[in-house]
């Protein structure tokens, strides 16, 4: 059997398409390793050292028996509010799953192969979630933080938080594991980094509910796998000099998973239970350590090397299933109620529309005897149910109470203004606000909601386009994400012919800041649940001043004037909009001098919206923008894709007022979507063209 070196290893299949992707992960840790030579002998030192530790351990092993080793279990769901947050009921499914694999009781045990059978092991490994954090606190095991990194999912995400691995198994949810389905620390790496030690999945591969499904939800168990130690079934990844060794090569009969009964295999990335390599009868399609994708088992051979794993110094991973640490995470004893919460499917509804929330009990840990909830000004006014299903009728803000009993003890907890339900009587147009009264409130048509606790709209003296004050998020000094909607109030427009929003807004970023924050303007009918976008403005389409060093205030000349046409099918009582920011961190943004109304914006617009033509379209050298102005103005053009980049900007031409035309030379770009930003300084029209 070959010494393989141990590197990061990353699960890179996909469950839809069944094929191994590629992935550059394993090439930059070796170019890390080979620019560290440091960190390379360290990682060689420490395998040898963890190998020899398991040869002794496997040739004492037929003395040792019955011990069951229990992880602790923290996850970190970083995410930017969208499927990637899942929910506490997925995390706990994947915990089921993940201990049914490890202990030989899924329900689909009885579909091994009868000639693995034989070798079908309960590991004896079991993974149970934490209750207490790091301080000794009560905890719920779960984290959830809102980041840009969900999109990376590499090791920087372990720089957010990151518990003592020492005493927890931390595993990071993510929306893309790097564009891979997970991937795990490998001991010996983790000694020598014990900084990146965990594992990162992707959400859609944890459990068998929610964002992911029965197929999946093996890789969760794969990546454990390499956490304790071990190889892929091909030996694949970890070998000397570096080089990776991808699944299903012939070469790879010549490799080995230094397990004694799995035999050697090219590896699988399908689930054909006669497949057959390198000189075998049939390959152990089915071990978890496969690509098969239906890789449910583990060996005796490897429940031995995890168990060594488990009782090597290496990375601390004796330290784990230890009394003494088990009763640190709040693993042992049994645990019970510590802490009340609850979450509820909505927090802004419409009275006698779609009007009913229902509330869900997420009180940790143990099992409620009782529940007794309190819905101020909701119907039922109490309840005893485990979901309750509540209506509101009252405009207004409203506070949920929820108090658990078990064993004699009770834990509560109080939201105020957890529901905020909206006015029951339109508003008739025109609507306009400049936000001279402070504060802004709900008895004037307004709410403000957040998706978090880390800002909030409000209103401001610092700045205004007009009067002396604007409403705002104060993000500046923050380097998380954050999300905050601004609700206007319910109008109606039965009978409008034309309606437009039209509105200043003032941003800008710091200069070290990571950028991708977004400004959306959303509609919805009669205080529907879905929203249509009807204007998107992100990267150096939302900013209107560069980055600055100090906090930025905008001056009369950084204020951009927007507007949005609504579509006649909006005509109705009960229109609504608000405004959503998804700031990325340290920025701010003003808004000011909203108007609804027929033609809200023109008189001081310069430029003419349904009057910016490009021709010819798609293109593949020059586009023509033919455009009209209401007076003479500066007018500057910029092409910018999909994400935000900009590919071609010019500085201000003067133009006459009247229709003109210009002329951008385009042929530099590659095929695709792209938008011109026509812009007067008061005003920016979007337009769309293809470059083919």
């Not at 530790?53 to 019955?66: D, L, Q």
């Not at 000004?377 to 405009?395: E, K, Q, R």
């Not at 402070?438 to 610092?462: D, H, K, Y």
């Not at 923008?625 to 500085?651: C, E, M, W, Y």
Request: glycine fraction near 6%.
């Amino acid at each position: 059997m070959k010494h393989l070196l141990p590197l990061f290893l990353l699960f890179s299949i996909s469950a839809q398409a069944q094929s191994l992707l590629h992935c550059g992960a394993d090439e930059m840790r070796i170019r890390t390793l080979q620019a560290n030579p440091k960190i390379a002998q360290a990682v060689i030192a420490r395998d040898a050292e963890l190998e020899a530790f398991t040869r002794e351990f496997e040739n004492a092993a037929s003395a040792r028996g019955g011990q069951v080793y229990t992880i602790p279990v923290v996850f970190h769901v970083i995410h930017k509010y969208g499927t990637e947050n899942i929910s506490r009921e997925q995390m706990l499914d994947g915990l089921r799953i993940l201990n049914e694999t490890f202990r030989k009781t899924r329900e689909d045990t009885a579909d091994i192969h009868p000639d693995f059978k034989p070798i079908h092991a309960d590991t004896e490994i079991e993974f149970a979630l934490a209750t207490k954090d790091p301080e000794g606190n009560c905890h719920s095991g779960i984290n959830r933080i809102a980041s840009d990194l969900t999109n990376s999912g590499d090791h920087r995400v372990k720089e957010l938080i990151h518990w003592d691995p020492s005493m927890y198994l931390n595993v990071y949810v993510v929306s893309n594991a790097a564009g891979l389905a997970g991937h795990a620390v490998w001991p010996s790496d983790a000694d020598t980094i014990p900084q990146w030690d965990g594992i990162v999945i992707s959400h859609n591969y944890v459990g068998t509910i929610g964002t992911s499904n029965l197929t999946q939800s093996v890789v969760f168990a794969h990546e454990c796998g390499h956490y304790l130690n071990l190889h892929h079934i091909w030996g694949g990844n970890n070998v000397p000099e570096f080089y990776y060794l991808p699944v299903g090569q012939q070469a790879n009969c010549n490799e080995d998973d230094l397990v004694g009964d799995t035999p050697n295999t090219i590896g699988w990335s399908n689930c054909v239970l006669s497949n057959a390599s390198c000189g075998n009868i049939r390959d152990n399609v089915q071990n978890a350590m496969d690509y098969s994708y239906c890789n449910i088992m583990f060996t005796e051979g490897q429940k031995t090397r995890m168990h060594a794993c488990l009782n090597s110094t290496i990375a601390n991973r004796n330290n784990l299933w230890t009394p003494t640490n088990l009763l640190a995470t709040g693993v042992v004893p049994e645990p019970t109620i510590c802490a009340a919460d609850f979450d509820s499917d909505e927090v802004v509804v419409c009275p006698n529309v779609d009007n009913e929330v229902t509330f869900q009990n997420t009180s940790y840990h143990g099992n409620a005897d009782s529940l007794q909830w309190t819905f101020e000004n909701g119907a039922p006014a109490t309840s005893n149910a485990a979901s309750p299903v509540v209506t509101y009728a009252t405009p207004g803000k409203h506070a949920v109470t929820l108090q658990v009993f078990q064993n004699g003890e009770t834990a509560s907890i109080t939201k105020n203004e957890h529901i905020a339900v909206l006015s029951d009587s339109s508003h008739a147009y025109p609507f306009s606000d400049s936000f001279e009264e402070n504060p802004f409130s709900m008895e004037r048509g307004w709410l403000e909601s957040a998706a978090s606790n880390n800002s909030a709209w409000s209103v401001t003296a610092l700045a205004a386009s007009d009067g002396n004050r604007s409403v705002f998020v104060e993000n500046w000094d923050e380097n998380h994400l954050t999300l905050n909607g601004l609700y206007g109030p319910p109008l109606d427009l039965t009978g409008a012919s034309q309606m437009k929003i039209a509105f200043r807004y003032a941003y800008a970023q710091a200069e070290d800041a990571a950028g991708g924050s977004r400004l959306q303007v959303q509609i919805s009918r009669n205080c529907e649940t879905g929203w249509s976008t009807r204007l998107n403005l992100t990267g150096t389409g939302l900013a209107t001043a560069t980055p600055s060093t100090q906090a930025f205030v905008p001056d009369a000349s950084q204020w951009q004037q927007e507007v949005v046409n609504v579509p006649s099918s909006y005509f109705e009582d009960g229109f609504r909009f608000r405004f959503v920011f998804t700031s990325n961190g340290k920025d701010r943004l003003f808004l000011d001098d909203i108007n609804v109304d027929l033609t809200a914006g023109v008189t001081t617009r310069s430029i003419v919206d349904p009057e910016v033509l490009l021709y010819p379209n798609p293109t593949s050298d020059a586009i023509n923008i033919r455009f009209t102005l209401n007076r003479p103005s500066d007018v500057s053009f910029s092409v910018v894709d999909p994400v935000g980049k900009v590919h071609a900007a010019q500085r201000p031409h003067h133009f006459g007022a009247g229709t003109n035309e210009h002329q951008l030379d385009v042929k530099h770009l590659g095929p695709g979507i792209y938008f011109i930003h026509v812009s007067s300084g008061v005003d920016r029209i979007v337009r769309t063209f293809i470059i083919f």
